[in-house]
């Protein structure tokens, strides 16, 4: 049987430091290596719980400031984590956008 992935956005490679935490608690230092307009693979040993919502500071290349940003935890591995951005303002839009148009389409499988 063929798997079809149901993402409504182009999953693309990235080379990116993410910031992230949940709640209060202190931001751990992750990576992300794959990012789409809809959310991003962050991978990290300290992984959240399913559902739980964090929060990510990334810096995007070709942007003065970083990235501040909502998203919610929706699936996990040993290693890291799946998360769906939550609403994007125009200028967080504008900046993923841009530099998503520099990377490598990741195939569908």
């Not at 992300?32 to 399913?50: C, I, K, L, Q, W």
């Not at 996990?76 to 769906?84: F, R």
Request: hydrophobic share 40%.
């Amino acid at each position: 049987m063929v798997h079809k992935e149901r993402r409504r956005h182009t999953r693309k490679r990235v080379d990116l430091e993410v910031r992230y935490r949940v709640g209060d608690a202190e931001r751990v230092v992750a990576h992300a290596n794959d990012m789409s307009m809809g959310g991003m693979f962050v991978r990290t040993a300290r992984v959240p719980a399913f559902g739980s919502t964090v929060e990510l500071e990334l810096q995007v290349p070709g942007h003065a400031t970083a990235i501040v940003l909502a998203a919610v935890v929706r699936w996990t591995t040993p290693d890291g984590m799946g998360v769906q951005f939550q609403l994007l303002g125009a200028r967080d839009t504008y900046a993923i956008t841009e530099h998503l148009a520099t990377c490598e389409a990741i195939p569908e499988t």
